[in-house]
Structures are given as C-alpha cells and as structure tokens.
C-alpha cells in the first residue's frame, strides 16, 4: 500500500478518546501508525492554532472539527484531508436524527467537496463520488482500512460448536436484528453459537453478550474463540461503500466472513468470505448452516 504523503508534518484531528474502544478510535490509531511509517504524526482532539501552524497536512476526521478549522486551513493555505470514512448524514437519516442535524451533516460534506482532498476507503466509494456527485478524480484518493494486526497464532475454540462473532453496534445499518432473529430459529441445534461484542442484551441458549473490550484483547478473542465472523448489513448507500473495520479485521487474521454481497466487501474480497445475496434471516440461517455442513464434509 503506497502512502499518500511522505516526509510530511501531519496532524490527523479526531475526537479520539484513547479510553473508549470503538470503531472510531480504532481506525483513527490504524492511520496514525500507518502514516507515522513515513511521516511526523500527531493525533488529536484538541487542537491549538500553535499547532496548526506548525502541520503541513491537517488530515481531519470530524465534522465538528472540519466545520471549526477549515476557514484557518484555507487562509493559512495547509493541505486540508477529510477523512470520508462513511456519509454520515445518511445514518444519522437511518437513525431517525432531527431534519438540523441531518442538514448540518449534509453541508458539512458538500463543504468538504469543495474545500479538501478526499480521502474514500475504497474504490466504490471513489466512484460513488465520482458519478453521484461529479467529485474530480484528482482530489480523493483511496487508502483502505490500514490493518496491522499483532502475530498471533489461531487456536480457535475446542468444544465441538461453531462459534459465530459479531462486533459492532444496533444501528439500523448494521443488520444485527436479523442476525439474532436468525440464532433464534436456530436456538434448538446446539452446533451454532453467536457471540456479540458490544451490545448489552439478554443471554441465551445460543446468544451471548459480552461488553466492550480492549481492543487488543478483541484481537486475541478472535483467534482464540472464533470460527467465523459475520458481517449482515443490509444493502444501501452507505453499507455498498463503506468498509466495516470488522471484516478488514477478520480478512487480516484469515478468518472465515459470511458477509451480504455488497460492492465494497466484493472489492475486498478473500478466499475466506462467504458472501450472501441478502441479509434476511432466511438467508442468514442458510449461510450460517453451510459451514455446518462444510464441517460434515471434511
């Protein structure tokens, strides 16, 4: 992966919190030590003009923070990035916002547009802005997910089971109702087991919920504990383009993904995905079955 910038002073602002693990700050990390391999990074939340002054790229992930600096980034001239890691006004609509915070949402992308280099995480996304919006093609580049994981060697688990992981949140873009609605009608088969990282509910005799963890420690989970990860989003504007550091994740660590079909995880792609034409719950049970039945076979 060739890096956008070399020997450049770089200030990646964020509202990074280091003690909450989420996607966010996650990923934020991920392309603070992936640029850091060839530049002078510093990320941050809490910028001063001092330190502005001294970046040569503001590279900057919140719309919050983009609408505060963007006026001194222009006068002061920085090469301004605005890390499009999604469309947010989209999910705040899925998530049923107000119509002012889906407005401001909306114009801080259009302002974007017109002001900044675009970072997109994949090639869909640059052609999502390049037909849907007539975004130039020679103001955003794509720089994926950069996922460095730690060597650890996969154990995964010994009880007989299949052992199904889920990481990520009950937003509405997610799929995660389908999912547990799919465990449930497989609730009597004790070969399949879900486990759900990040979400409080209610156990049961094939769902289990556990709270957030470090992230590190996520990263062992997985290679101890998981046979596959399982990614049901449902089709639509955001999830076509958008990858799920999730699936980036599991790909890295050569776990089996039982994924919707949608463009960005095809582009993505890997011999271990198992992409799925829909995310219904009678989709997902035949997937989550097949590696039942891949598991007969050997």
Known sequence: MNPPFRDRNILILSDNDPEKVCGHTIHMRYLADFLGQWNRVRLTGRARFRDLRS?????????????????????????????????????????????????????????????????????????????????????????????????????????????????????????????????????????????????????TKNVRFHESVPHSEMIRILAERADAVVVPRPRNAVTEHVTPIKFAEAAAMGLPILATDLKVLREAGGKLVRLLPDNETDTLIRGIRSFGNDREKC
């Open 55 to 203: 970046a040569e790229v503001v590279w900057i992930r919140s719309e919050k923070l983009f609408l505060r600096w963007i006026i001194f980034c222009l006068l002061a001239r920085r090469i301004t990035v605005y890390d499009l890691a999604s469309f947010p006004w989209l999910e705040l609509e899925m998530a049923g916002r107000s119509r002012g915070r889906i407005a401001l949402s909306r114009l801080t992308f259009e302002l974007a547009l017109k002001t900044a280099v675009v970072r997109v995480l994949s090639e869909s996304m640059r052609g999502h802005l390049r037909t849907g919006f007539r975004f130039p093609e020679n103001r955003m580049f794509v720089l994926p997910i950069p996922v460095r994981l730690p060597a650890i060697r996969r154990k995964g688990p010994s009880d007989g089971r299949l052992h199904f992981v889920y990481m990520g949140s009950e937003k509405p873009w997610q799929g995660f109702r389908n999912l547990i609605e799919a465990f449930a009608r497989l609730e009597s088969d004790p070969l399949y087991q879900l486990h759900c990282y990040g979400i409080r509910g209610t156990d």
